[in-house]
């Protein structure tokens, strides 16, 4: 199975600012995926990111609020932008085919 | 879209009892369902998957059963140990993987001693 890590593994901060988190795997994977699980809650799948194309949002995820990035087959980013409390989530990133998933970033927006 | 069900929401079972977690999806399209055992604090590990084209699959206490007609697939773990106690959660995807997952609510499974 791929490996897969994640910059920063957490971060405090301001409403308003914005954070880019960092996903990068040990092999050129196809598709590279960002995922949002809220405290106590399930995961919710908030785009697809595919190398060389404009990543694809799910229903409620916006390209504004969470630019995404893929330049190359082993490395994403997620930016989230103009945060509010309600952000305060952790972040995953995965691989295909079968999705394991990176250590997640804690985010708490204050 | 997709949609996928889960049930119970929490499990408590005896140690050494089986636990069994089932889920419901919605698109007939969908073709791959792992599913994902999650620890306080810790990221979600793959911890089984099936595909469309197979009805079950195990691996040592763990089996994943799938009934494409009815739309459902559940989880199987004997035995069950303390350390099995966590978060247990379902997934479907078309694409056989490659596209992004749909999740289901979650399990709270707790092993009592």
């Known amino acids: 199975s791929a490996v897969i890590s994640q910059k920063p593994s957490r971060d405090i901060c301001q409403r308003g600012t914005s954070l880019t988190i960092q996903c990068q795997v040990d092999?050129?994977?196809?598709?590279m995926f960002w995922y949002r699980q809220q405290p106590g809650q399930s995961l919710t799948l908030i785009a697809t990111a595919n190398q060389g194309s404009e990543a694809t949002y799910e229903s409620g995820f916006v390209i504004d609020k969470f630019p995404i990035s893929r330049p190359n087959l082993t490395f994403s980013t997620l930016t989230v932008s103009n945060m509010s409390p309600e952000d305060s989530s952790i972040y995953l990133c995965?691989?295909?085919?079968?999705?394991?998933f990176g250590p997640g970033t804690r985010l708490t927006v204050l | 879209g997709e949609n996928v069900e889960q049930h119970p929401s929490t499990l408590s079972v005896q140690e050494g009892d089986s636990a069994v977690i089932k889920c419901t999806y919605s698109d007939s399209a969908s073709n791959y369902f792992p599913w994902y055992k999650q620890e306080l604090g810790k990221r979600p590990q793959l911890i089984i998957d099936i595909r469309s084209n197979v009805g079950e699959k195990k691996d040592q206490r763990i089996a994943v059963t799938l009934n494409k007609t009815a739309k459902h697939f559940s989880l199987h773990i004997t035995e069950t140990q303390p350390e099995d106690s966590a978060v247990y959660f379902c997934?479907?995807?078309?694409?056989?993987?490659?596209?992004?997952?749909?999740f289901g609510k979650g399990t709270h499974l707790i092993i009592q001693p």
């Open positions: 997934a479907a995807s078309r694409g056989g993987g490659a596209d992004g997952l749909t």
């Open positions: 995965s691989v295909s085919p079968r999705q394991f």
């Open positions: 092999s050129q994977v196809t598709m």
